[in-house]
């Protein structure tokens, strides 16, 4: 017997992957809006050129393999996973950037008062 799901599982299952008029309309009022809902939800029209592996993240983000794991297993950079090889979106990559932006003005560094 499978084990009952709740129902905030249930409604996401669905807002995410339905092809019901209701779903597809809530997905496009939010694409774009970085809404937690539809995070994890994979896009059907992702160009492959899109798409990076393990090596170019590390690489354009100038982090360890541990760091990047670490990025995945708390959940904050979405992944997909073929076989033993996983890719990431480059909006993803973008996103997690974006996100992560600080604009600090640090006034009379290094001046002794």
Known sequence: MREPRIL???LKDYFQNSNEPLAVDFRNHFIGTGNPLLASR???DTPLEDWLD???VMQILHI???TL???R???ILPFSR???KL???RSDIQRLLSNNYTMIKIRDYGKRK
């Open 42 to 44: 994979p896009s059907e």
């Open 69 to 71: 794991q670490t990025l």
């Open 87 to 89: 890719y990431y979106r």
């Open 82 to 84: 073929i076989g033993n």
């Open 73 to 75: 297993s708390n959940g």
């Open 54 to 56: 393990n090596q170019d």
């Open 64 to 66: 360890s393999p541990r």
């Open 8 to 10: 905030a599982e249930i």
